[in-house]
């Protein structure tokens, strides 16, 4: 048994490594808001989700020593059993009160809380329309599901009337199911559309917002950037680890459907609470990003700045991505940068789809202009000119 167990595990990564897709673990260690230290190397972070800086932000860190003393280190069971403390509920009213929604609930990961949230709304006898670039948590919770999944091309809302013309009536319910801010590509979700069509088939629109918080449509995500009210999106997922500089995942919906969930997750119920902490933390960015209005502003005018600069559209959120193709040659863009102080990590199948390797640049609130004109010369004169710089 074991000696077959190494077989396969020695076959499965020699086929990684041959398809240049074997990936390692790179210990990382923050020096402050701007700078990593990897390999080596000091390196500008360009490549991590804390899109405010808030992961190292002495607000967050006061908080959570402080709720480490109060509350210990641990929840000891899971939300329905003992470990709801008090946090929670603050953290909660807080996200909903950004979002504009009745009520929140908060899960211990964006993965958790996808595939919780999908299992409880949708099962065999409803239909789920999932945008094709979703996020992997967003396809595992559909397949767990036991829903129908239709997927259709990225950001079609044409493609989605004809699959809910064509589908709607033969099942129950019906989810439709998008990123609001795609994570690999940084374009938007054309909710408006997918809104008008949601009331019209009556599906229940869901947003995965985890690239939207604290970063496009003043704070509040990809609904308020779209000029929807929240009403038009009832289901706003998110997660607590990239913007708000913490972890943890949430939903923001009515407070009948919080206590739905609460009730039906299986991700919920079954899994231990986050540590006080943690929920600290997160319930200090929350108020931070309401109360900052430039520190919420500043990675998208960045990106702007870093877009114009490459002669590129403007970018609709702090993610940009510069597209080779080839996996070696993204791979070796990286090391390029790297030499030039910059960490801007190289993106392979299967988190993209295959031939569109890429870099992925998040320009983030911590960066200055000099960091962000630096960038851009190096762009220039550190890659081979005949790199494709647009997304596909």
Sequence with gaps: MTASLEAAARDALARLEWAGRRRQLTPTAPRDDRWLSRGGRVLVDFSSNDYLGLARDPALREAARAALDRYGAGAGASRLITGDHPLYGELERELAGLKGTGSAVVFGSGYLANIGIIGTLVDRHDLVLADKLNHACLADGAALSGARVLRYPHGDPDAVEARLARYRHRYRHCLLVTDGIFSMDGDRAPLAELAELARHYDAWLMTDDAHGLGVVGDGAGSTAA?????????????????????????????????????????????????????????????????????LRTRPLALAQRLASALDRPPPESPILPLVFGDEAQALAAQQALAEEGLLIQAIRPPTVPKGSARLRITVRAPHTEADIDHLADTLGQALPASQPAEAP
């Design 226 to 294: 779209a000029g929807l009210d929240p009403g038009d999106v009832p289901l706003q997922m998110g997660t607590l680890s990239k913007a708000a500089g913490s972890y943890g995942g949430y939903l923001c919906a009515s407070a009948t459907v919080t206590e739905w969930v609460r009730n039906r997750a299986r991700s919920f119920i079954y899994t231990t609470g986050l540590p006080p902490a943690t929920v600290a933390a997160s319930h200090a960015a929350i108020q931070r990003v309401r109360s900052d209005p430039a």
